[in-house]
């Protein structure tokens, strides 16, 4: 036998082994479903990008026990969200159905209809083949109404924050969840190592607002070392406007304290990880360790000025999944393609229990213990809120489609990974082809118009007035083309302190308004500037009104009624407002505000 032939054997030997103790765990599962339960443990880390992490890549030692957790496992290195946030995110987690076929694809309040009754969920599965099953979760957009049926014990951390940044106001003093909880789950494991257990732990940090604790905020260099970002508003996010204004320090600080705050959350993580350790259970359990989705912070300014997790570019899609336990190869990295609606369908593998009946998503087991390379040809995701887009990737391939604009982006991953350049004329055979593919899908998942648009009142009916400032969580205000600048005086007379305004010219430079939400039904529509000290203002400011049905322009003298909401039009099922500088004077880009009629 030859040398290379001697190394095929004994790496086929080797898969064979791990394949075997894996397999041999599910047959003794099945032969006696009460006594050779491994319990599983599932961690999910709230705004958690992959590329952030040690060992996914980051040169910042920014996760020392999730790399210890990886090098005892699997790291899946392509592994991607259905969503770029939250609420469609976990529903997909937790069903293994994309977001338009469990229907949470929207921001919604409790007693909303969410994913209906009828479809089973992970924890379900747990549950009826016997396992103790307890949550304990820190995001309110992904509690007990989305994420809780199937759970013996919920425990809903979140309830005791006060608003979506789960912090005690916008001021200096954080209050962070991921301690309360983690002090939670300690002592559960304590009280329930001897009986086979899901333990679902959601953690709200790292996510936004960037604002590790001085202990973390250990990656300072003399970018702004001085400034924190404890909020989203003017007062509170001063890297944030600095950002929007290309400040490339600004956002190399709000790295720094992104990264910051992931390790603040991996010292938590560790503290999960050595109760599992000193009681034997990381012997006896799985542990998987993923997240939601992950934050764009400035990297396609042409489209997307925003820190927040809006578009379905990969800064935003790619998320870690790591597993851990008995049988699981230590050390290995997964180069397959993978989708967060195959984590229900893989956890269960793991455990020996059956799929959900329904799961679009499929067990990646057999790329984890090595058996195969890949699974997935493609993976897809999808975007309702802000601007709705629609994405399918191959392993070298990417298209994103606007619904809006039917505009579609193609990428080539293997040399432009940061999806940079639209290659989509260049390659019109391969755009054909992801885009019959996409359309497919869509066709295959996504309820009629009339279906979703009945589902979308429901999910904006509480929505009588939304105001959209120049600096806001979400992302639900744009500006493009650069050289804008900002105005914060107290004596301008802008809505809630601030303005952004530029200098006339050829309509190059954009500012956009719109909701998170789509706002269906009639709409007055208003404007508000001040007055700010930026030289001669256009008498002819373009504001046009996009809508579902056409789009208006509206010349505004913004010399006139200033410090006031003026009234832009009245139109229906409105999409955005867009500001452009293709005026006479400078430009000014303040609030807007939907006001629902009737």
């Given at each position: 036998m030859t040398?290379q032939?001697?190394?095929?054997?004994?790496t086929g030997?080797?898969?064979?082994?791990?394949s075997?103790?894996?397999?041999n765990?599910?047959a003794?599962?099945?032969?006696d479903p009460?006594a050779?339960?491994?319990?599983?443990v599932l961690i999910?880390?709230?705004?958690?990008?992959?590329?952030?992490l040690?060992?996914?890549?980051?040169?910042?030692?920014?996760?020392?026990n999730?790399?210890?957790?990886?090098?005892?496992?699997v790291?899946l290195?392509?592994?991607?969200?259905?969503?770029?946030?939250?609420?469609?995110?976990?529903?997909?987690l937790?069903?293994s159905?994309y977001?338009?076929?469990?229907?949470?694809t929207?921001?919604?309040s409790?007693?909303?209809?969410?994913?209906?009754k009828d479809?089973?969920t992970?924890?379900?599965d747990?549950?009826?083949?016997?396992y103790?099953?307890?949550?304990?979760?820190?995001?309110a957009?992904?509690g007990?109404?989305?994420?809780?049926?199937?759970?013996?014990?919920?425990?809903p951390d979140?309830?005791?924050?006060?608003?979506?940044?789960?912090?005690?106001?916008l001021?200096?003093?954080?209050v962070y969840?991921?301690?309360t909880?983690v002090e939670?789950?300690?002592?559960?494991?304590d009280?329930?190592?001897?009986q086979?257990f899901f333990?679902?732990?959601?953690?709200?940090?790292?996510h936004s607002p960037?604002?590790p604790?001085?202990?973390?905020?250990?990656?300072?260099t003399?970018?702004?070392?001085y400034?924190?970002?404890?909020?989203?508003d003017?007062?509170?996010?001063?890297?944030?406007?600095?950002?929007?204004l290309g400040?490339?320090?600004a956002?190399?600080?709000?790295?720094?304290?992104?990264?910051?705050?992931?390790h603040?959350?991996?010292?938590?993580?560790g503290?999960?990880l050595?109760?599992?350790h000193?009681?034997?259970l990381?012997?006896?359990a799985?542990?998987v360790l993923?997240?939601?989705?992950?934050e764009?912070?400035?990297?396609?300014?042409k489209d997307?000025l925003?820190?927040d997790?809006?578009?379905?570019y990969?800064?935003n899609?790619?998320?870690?999944?790591?597993?851990?336990?008995?049988?699981i190869p230590?050390?290995?990295?997964v180069k397959?393609l993978g989708?967060?609606?195959?984590?229900a369908p893989?956890?269960?593998?793991l455990?020996?229990?059956p799929?959900?009946?329904d799961?679009?998503?499929?067990?990646?087991?057999p790329m984890?213990q090595?058996?195969?390379?890949?699974?997935?040809?493609y993976?897809?995701?999808?975007?309702?809120?802000?601007?709705?887009e629609?994405s399918?990737?191959?392993t070298?391939?990417k298209?994103?489609?606007n619904?809006?604009?039917g505009?579609?982006?193609?990428?080539?991953?293997?040399?432009?990974?940061g999806?940079?350049?639209n290659?989509a004329?260049e390659?019109?055979?391969?755009?054909?082809?992801?885009?019959?593919?996409?359309r497919?899908?869509m066709?295959?998942n996504?309820?009629s118009?009339?279906?979703?648009r009945?589902?979308?009142?429901?999910?904006?009916?509480?929505?009588?007035k939304?105001?959209?400032?120049?600096?806001t969580?979400g992302g639900?205000?744009?500006?493009?083309?650069g050289?804008?600048?900002?105005?914060?005086?107290?004596?301008?007379?802008?809505?809630?302190?601030?303005?952004?305004?530029?200098t006339?010219?050829?309509?190059s430079?954009?500012?956009?308004?719109h909701?998170?939400?789509?706002m269906?039904?009639?709409?007055?529509?208003?404007?508000?500037y001040?007055?700010p000290?930026?030289?001669?203002?256009a008498?002819?400011?373009p504001?046009?009104?996009a809508?579902d049905h056409?789009?208006?322009?509206?010349r505004?003298?913004?010399?006139?009624?200033?410090?006031?909401?003026?009234?832009?039009?009245?139109?229906?099922?409105?999409?955005?407002?867009e500001?452009?500088?293709?005026?006479?004077?400078?430009?000014?880009a303040?609030?807007?505000?939907f006001?629902r009629?009737n």
């Open positions: 040398r032939g001697f190394i095929r054997s004994c030997l080797l898969i064979l082994i791990v075997m103790g894996l397999l765990h599910k003794l599962a099945a032969a009460a050779h339960k491994l319990d599983v999910v880390l709230d705004q958690l990008r992959a590329g952030q040690h060992c996914y890549g980051n040169p910042r030692l920014t996760s020392p999730i790399d210890q957790l990886a090098a005892h496992g790291r290195d392509h592994y991607f969200t259905v969503a770029s946030w939250t609420s469609p995110s976990f529903g997909s937790h069903t159905l977001a338009s076929k469990h229907g949470v929207l921001f919604w409790p007693g909303m209809p969410l994913i209906n479809i089973p992970m924890a379900e747990f549950q009826t083949h016997g103790y099953t307890a949550a304990f979760v820190d995001n957009l992904a007990f109404d989305l994420t809780g049926a199937g759970f013996d014990e919920y425990h979140y309830a005791k924050a006060v608003n979506i940044t789960q912090r005690l106001g001021g200096a003093n954080a969840i991921t301690p909880t939670e789950v300690l002592p559960w494991l009280q329930h190592q001897s086979p333990l679902y732990i959601h953690l709200w940090e790292p960037y604002n604790p001085p202990e973390d905020d250990i990656f300072k003399d970018a702004y070392p400034l924190h970002d404890t909020g989203y003017i007062a509170h996010a001063p890297l944030l406007r600095l950002a929007m400040d490339q320090k956002i190399e600080r709000l790295y720094q304290l992104y990264d910051g705050k992931i603040f959350a991996d010292r938590y993580v503290k999960i050595a109760k599992l000193s009681l034997g990381d012997q006896k799985y542990i993923t997240s939601d989705h992950g764009l912070m400035f990297s396609h300014p997307f925003t820190a997790h809006r578009s379905l990969d800064t899609l790619r998320i870690p999944f790591i597993v851990s336990g008995p049988g230590q050390d290995h990295v397959g989708s967060n609606v195959d984590s893989t956890i269960l593998d455990a020996g229990l799929p959900l009946p799961a679009e998503g499929h067990s990646l087991v984890i090595g058996v195969r390379k890949s699974i997935n040809q993976v897809y995701s999808e975007e309702d809120v802000a601007i709705p629609r399918i990737r191959s070298r391939y298209l994103i489609l619904l809006w604009t505009k579609e982006q193609l990428f080539d991953l293997t040399h432009d990974p999806e940079l350049t290659v004329e390659n019109p055979a391969i755009a054909r082809e992801l885009d019959a593919r996409l497919a899908w066709e295959e996504e309820p118009r009339n279906v979703q009945r589902r979308w009142k429901i999910y904006t009916r509480p929505e009588e939304v105001t959209v400032d120049d600096q969580i639900r205000f744009l500006i493009t083309g050289d804008w600048r900002s105005d914060t005086s107290p004596q301008s007379g802008n809505y809630d302190v601030g303005c952004f305004w530029s006339g010219g050829s309509g430079k954009t500012a956009v308004w909701n998170d939400d789509p269906i039904g009639k709409y007055n529509i208003y404007v508000y001040g007055h000290s930026v030289g001669r203002l008498t002819n400011a504001f046009t009104i809508t056409g789009s208006e322009t509206v505004v003298d913004l010399n006139q009624h200033q410090g006031e909401w003026n009234l832009l039009g009245t139109t229906v099922d409105p999409r955005y407002v500001l452009t500088n293709a005026a006479n004077g400078a430009i000014i303040d609030a807007v505000r006001v009629v």
